[in-house]
């Protein structure tokens, strides 16, 4: 599901880019964020939800709401539709944004400047959109409210150093950043309002590929790659008919494999898994042309510093860069559900999976999990038994075809 929400929000962000900028209301004024004037740097906690950075703001002194740090947003988006009417938006136009709705154009409203409350932080000429409809059900996905993202306004000013091992992010002025004693810079670019870095694919069998790939904060796998199988060819070993999201035409299929290595800087990341859009070769939608999407997966193995005024991320390997990566070995994709999120429902089932060898199916409800109600267990809990170990077996309650049922569900590792 991870990789679902990640291909429509992506699609959604070029659109809704496109869309705005065409509406001309970004040019009269610079968006960003600056430090209180008494200040030098400023703390914030996040909590890492499903490989989504989750931060507390408020709009227009009202709130708090969650919202996504996304290096891959280039202009603030309000998901949650309530929101629309719980922070008094005087002022706000209608905009179509064509090709996703089902069956129809979907809207948003375009706002004026709001107040964006970060503590220690002030927001100057922040404007949003805010979804008429709920597309992405991302509260669903992390098992909490969420309300929006926000990225671009929030990088452009400032300098970013992100701890993954505390959970905070601490914001100074580019003059007063201190970098890591032992870290490494790494030259990005800032284009369309986003971050992208050079980097060497190492595919299985030797072959080097250099790549461009967009930094994304919100992107929770770690690394996905566009326009490598129609050029050199599929992997060796590799799920196929995978279900890699929604896009502006239908479901996204791909491939998923491990790749021999990825080089960025000075650094060399050993079998990382991979994404593999079927559709990857198709750079007409996207207004830079890349190779891919560097995500979270990877950056949380660092301690990362973004200077998008000095065109700079600065690394520094974390207690977890050597960690192997693993896929769910499940094959089941889930999401949180009811009025507390507290219900796991199946949202899909890959051909093959474990899941599917023992007649798990879409909207059959996870009860509990070795006798522990999943009402009593967080997303990544569950998430971390899924990818535990290959050939555990779990026993499953599951509500299947109105009655409840007890199964098995032997892990598989498929790469």
């Known amino acids: 599901m991870l990789l679902k929400l990640f291909h429509k929000l992506k699609h959604f962000r070029s659109l809704w880019l496109s869309c705005l900028l065409a509406f001309c209301f970004t040019a009269a004024h610079a968006q960003y964020f600056d430090l209180d004037?008494?200040?030098?740097?400023v703390t914030i906690p996040?909590?890492?939800?499903?490989?989504?950075?989750?931060?507390?703001?408020?709009?227009?002194?009202?709130?708090?709401?969650n919202f996504i740090l996304d290096t891959g947003v280039g202009?603030?988006?309000?998901?949650?539709?309530?929101?629309?009417?719980?922070?008094?938006?005087?002022?706000k136009r209608t905009l179509k944004i064509p090709g996703l709705g089902e069956g129809a154009d979907a809207e948003a409203y375009v706002t004026s400047?709001?107040?964006?409350?970060?503590?220690?932080?002030?927001?100057?000429?922040?404007?949003?959109?805010?979804?008429?409809?709920?597309?992405?059900?991302?509260?669903?996905?992390a098992g909490m409210p969420i309300h929006g993202l926000i990225g671009y306004e929030f990088f452009n000013n400032l300098a970013v150093k992100i701890d993954f091992q505390d959970s905070t992010v601490t914001v100074s002025r580019p003059k007063d950043l201190k970098v890591f004693r032992?870290?490494?810079?790494?030259p990005i670019t800032i284009e369309d309002r986003k971050p992208y870095v050079e980097s060497n694919v190492i595919l299985q069998g030797g072959r080097a590929v250099k790549s461009k790939l967009i930094i994304d904060l919100g992107a929770g796998h770690p690394i996905s790659l566009e326009k490598i199988i129609p050029i050199y060819?599929?992997?060796?070993?590799?799920?196929?008919?995978?279900n890699l999201g929604i896009g502006l035409n239908g479901p996204i299929n791909g491939f998923i494999a491990r790749l021999e290595s990825l080089e960025i800087g000075k650094f060399k990341i050993k079998g990382i898994i991979s994404s593999f859009p079927d559709d990857g070769n198709n750079q007409s939608r996207l207004?830079?042309?890349?190779?891919?999407?560097?995500?979270?997966?990877v950056l949380k193995r660092f301690s990362v510093i973004f200077d998008y005024t000095g065109n700079s991320m600065y690394l520094k390997p974390n207690m977890n860069f050597?960690?192997?990566?693993?896929?769910?070995?499940?094959?089941?994709?889930?999401?949180?559900?009811?009025?507390?999120?507290?219900?796991?429902?199946?949202?899909?089932v890959e051909p093959g999976s474990a899941g599917d060898e023992i007649g798990l199916e879409r909207d059959d409800e996870i009860v509990a999990i070795n006798f522990k109600p999943v009402s009593k267990m967080s997303l990544e809990e569950i998430d971390a038994l899924f990818r535990s170990r290959n050939d555990r077996s779990l026993l499953l309650d599951v509500f299947h075809d109105k009655k409840l049922d007890k199964v098995v569900l032997t892990l598989k590792r498929r790469i």
Not at 46 to 65: A, H
Not at 114 to 139: N, Q, R
Not at 233 to 242: E, H, M, R, V, Y
């Open 37 to 41: 004037a008494r200040k030098k740097k």
């Open 46 to 65: 996040f909590k890492l939800v499903r490989n989504l950075m989750v931060i507390k703001l408020s709009i227009n002194n009202r709130g708090p709401f």
């Open 75 to 91: 202009l603030m988006i309000i998901t949650d539709p309530k929101l629309a009417d719980s922070i008094s938006i005087p002022n």
């Open 113 to 141: 400047a709001l107040k964006i409350d970060i503590p220690g932080l002030v927001s100057y000429d922040v404007a949003a959109a805010i979804l008429k409809k709920d597309l992405f059900s991302l509260s669903g996905y």
């Open 182 to 186: 032992k870290g490494t810079q790494v």
């Open 233 to 242: 060819g599929l992997p060796q070993k590799f799920i196929a008919s995978a």
């Open 287 to 297: 207004s830079v042309p890349r190779d891919g999407n560097l995500g979270i997966g």
């Open 322 to 348: 050597k960690e192997p990566f693993e896929h769910d070995m499940s094959g089941i994709e889930y999401y949180a559900a009811g009025a507390n999120l507290d219900r796991i429902i199946i949202n899909r």
